[in-house]
């Protein structure tokens, strides 16, 4: 995984939800604006390359003090 391409297809609006993510994220009342600034600033905490539903990782980010943890995948090259 790489950090620069998860903040700048953050930053771009490139991404979508599972629809784990999304019942998550409504459970933790994280706006989706507070998921972006997190992401356009995450750092990756783990890597997942060997996940049998593909490789993806940990990250953490903030927006403002709030600390955002998601899990990120990349299917396809987006470039």
Do not use: W
Not at 28 to 52: F, G, R, S
Not at 56 to 73: D, E, N
């Amino acid at each position: 995984m790489d950090e620069e391409k998860i903040r700048k297809l953050a930053t771009e609006g490139r991404y979508e939800f599972s629809k784990h993510a999304e019942r998550e994220r409504q459970l933790d009342m994280i706006l989706v604006n507070q998921l972006e600034d997190a992401l356009k600033n995450c750092e990756i905490i783990e890597d997942y390359p060997d996940d049998p539903r593909g490789a993806s990782c940990l990250v953490l980010g903030f927006s403002g003090q709030r600390p955002i943890h998601a899990v990120c995948t990349i299917k396809a090259d987006p470039e």
